[in-house]
């Protein structure tokens, strides 16, 4: 506190960090500075563009050429499989197939979601389907055979050839574990970011934060498949195929963000958030299946590690691997990518600054 030596007043002292003669204008410009005006814009548009991709992709799942099959006399086969294609919009994508056997081995390899076994004899048909693909892709396919019966004045039954695990009723336990995993890995590069800064100061230290997410994959991944396994009984049978994939997954996450925090600095937390929640999550396939959500987010889900991970997932714990290693090697691309991003980046700009 100081005193006036004319006049005995005491003045208020200055705020701490702040120059006791900064007017209001100096103020306004400094709340308003281009960088925090950048920053306060970038969470806006983020934000929009959360909405705008979750709402974008959830708010109308519609079938869109959901691979099927048809058993039925070859005589009146390839009129039904027409009749199927030539659906207004485009719902099913049907095929002949010779008989039940076939049909179900399809649907157990994930290679369809439906097969019709048309009964020449009576007025009652069977689907067969496969919930373990999830519960809206079965539904879709059920809701598209029976109008299609109803307007042949015929009935249906539904066999379920894949069902989902008791644990796991809407067969969506893959997408979250997909979306745990992913979120651990990103959270463990922006924790560190605060921490020590968004580019380590030194490029060995940046190898030594690339070397942390090591042992912390394999524990977060263990953990996931503790917790989905032995402890809640939504995935069972399947411990090893959850670890490895989960253990994948946050590796991928957090390479990809410490790549993005080097590149961008504080701006890498914000493409971090953009691939992988607001486009990564809403395409990943867990809440509806490909089939049913529109062309942008089919078309890149299965290239994004959300929905690499949740097509291994759902591949392993439910078809018996077929078709695993392709998602598999997408996330392993990832990790490579985000791996040797970091290293190539960091080793550029400590040249630069030396």
């Known amino acids: 506190m100081s005193v006036s030596s004319s006049t005995g007043r005491h003045e208020a002292p200055a705020e701490p960090g702040r120059p006791a003669s900064e007017t209001f204008t100096e103020e306004l410009r400094d709340a308003f500075a281009p960088r925090t005006l950048v920053l306060v814009v970038g969470v806006a548009l983020l934000c929009l563009g959360f909405v705008l991709s979750y709402v974008g992709a959830f708010h109308d799942p519609t079938p869109h050429r959901i691979p099927v099959a048809l058993v039925a006399p070859a005589q009146v086969s390839d009129q039904l499989v027409d009749g199927l294609n030539d659906i207004d919009g485009g719902p099913v994508r049907a095929r002949a197939v010779d008989d039940e056997a076939t049909a179900r081995r399809l649907l157990e390899r994930d290679e369809i979601s439906g097969a019709l076994l048309v009964d020449p004899s009576g007025t009652v048909d069977t689907l067969l389907v496969a919930t373990g693909q999830g519960a809206a892709i079965s539904t879709a396919v059920e809701r598209v055979f029976t109008a299609v019966e109803a307007d042949q004045q015929r009935t249906l039954t539904v066999t379920d050839v894949v069902p989902h695990q008791s644990g796991d009723p809407q067969g969506s336990s893959v997408f979250y574990v997909a979306v745990g995993a992913v979120l651990a890995g990103y959270l463990l590069a922006a924790v560190l970011g605060m921490a020590k800064g968004a580019r380590p100061a030194t490029f060995r230290r940046t190898l030594w934060r690339l070397g942390a997410t ?141």
């Open 214 to 354: 090591v042992p912390y994959s394999l524990a977060v991944g263990l953990g996931i498949a503790i917790v989905v396994g032995p402890v809640l009984g939504a995935l069972t049978g399947h411990f090893g195929a959850v670890f490895a994939v989960a253990t994948l997954l946050v590796l991928s996450a957090a390479t990809v963000t410490m790549s993005f925090q080097v590149l961008f600095g504080i701006f890498g937390i914000a493409a971090t958030i953009l691939v992988f929640v607001v486009v990564g999550n809403p395409s990943a396939g867990g809440a509806y299946p490909y089939p049913l959500l529109p062309t942008f987010w089919r078309t890149v889900g299965p290239w994004l590690p959300n929905g690499a991970g949740v097509d291994a997932l759902r591949s392993a714990v439910y078809f018996g691997g077929t078709g695993m290693a392709s998602p598999v090697w997408i996330i392993v691309a990832w990790i490579v990518a985000g791996t040797a991003l970091t290293v190539l980046a960091a080793r550029v700009i400590q040249r630069r600054t030396a």
